[in-house]
């Protein structure tokens, strides 16, 4: 169904495939990194999850058209909320 703004229902891509996907890769890495950091008890793995992830919602707001770009905006602020504790845990500790 078309929404009153003349958008579909269906999720679906502002660009072309190839640079979502190498968006994603891109946030693999870094996430990957961010997690790797976090395991070790390095207060910069919170500090870089917050950045890649606020950089990303950013980044994608102009990659994503429709609704579930809202999800991807809501699971960013729960990671952003438990970098953040953690960060805070882990100063305390120091």
Request: proline content about 2%; overall charge positive; aromatic content about 12%.
């Amino acid at each position: 169904p078309t929404l009153p703004s003349g958008l579909t229902m269906r999720f679906s891509l502002a660009v072309d495939y190839t640079i979502a996907v190498a968006n994603a890769a891109i946030m693999i890495i870094f996430n990957s990194l961010s997690l790797f950091l976090i395991t070790r008890k390095n207060k910069k793995g919170c500090l870089l999850l917050i950045l890649i992830s606020i950089i990303n919602r950013v980044v994608s707001h102009f990659i994503f058209i429709g609704g579930a770009h809202l999800f991807g905006v809501a699971w960013t602020a729960v990671l952003i909320l438990f970098a953040y504790l953690e960060y805070k845990r882990l100063s305390a500790r120091d």
